[in-house]
Nanobody
């Protein structure tokens, strides 16, 4: 069992930056592939970024590539998403998720545990 808690969301102007954090409970954090998803009002949840168990492999959606950076600290059971050059279309609730299974990293069904989400709003 893994419990995930996101923090760091807020209101920022276009072009600004935010850093999201995800704190995980449990001693097996390092065994999970971790991901960030986001969901805007009226839209489906979509993949943003993911990172392998050791941090050596990272994956990004085309829409955030070059602007967002995912990282993890297995010693502290935390994961982060550094977001720069934010755009109004980045506005969404951002969720962190943990996966112990197989399948495409962009697929929500792969992930076993989810946080409650944190709101990110980018004003134009």
């Amino acid at each position: 069992q893994v419990q995930l808690v996101e923090s760091g969301g807020g209101l920022v102007q276009a072009g600004g930056s935010l850093r999201l954090s995800c704190a995980a409970s449990g001693r097996t954090f390092s065994r999970y592939l971790m991901g960030w998803f986001r969901q805007a009002p009226g839209k489906e949840r979509e993949f943003a970024a993911a990172i392998g168990w050791s941090g050596g492999s990272t994956y990004y959606a085309d829409s955030v590539k070059g602007r967002f950076t995912i990282s993890r600290d297995n010693a502290k059971n935390t994961m982060s998403l550094q977001m720069t050059s934010l755009k109004p279309e980045d506005t969404a609730v951002y969720y962190c998720a943990a996966s112990s299974g197989l399948g495409p990293v962009i697929t929500p069904k792969r992930y076993d545990y989810w946080g409650q989400g944190t709101q990110v709003t980018v004003s134009s």
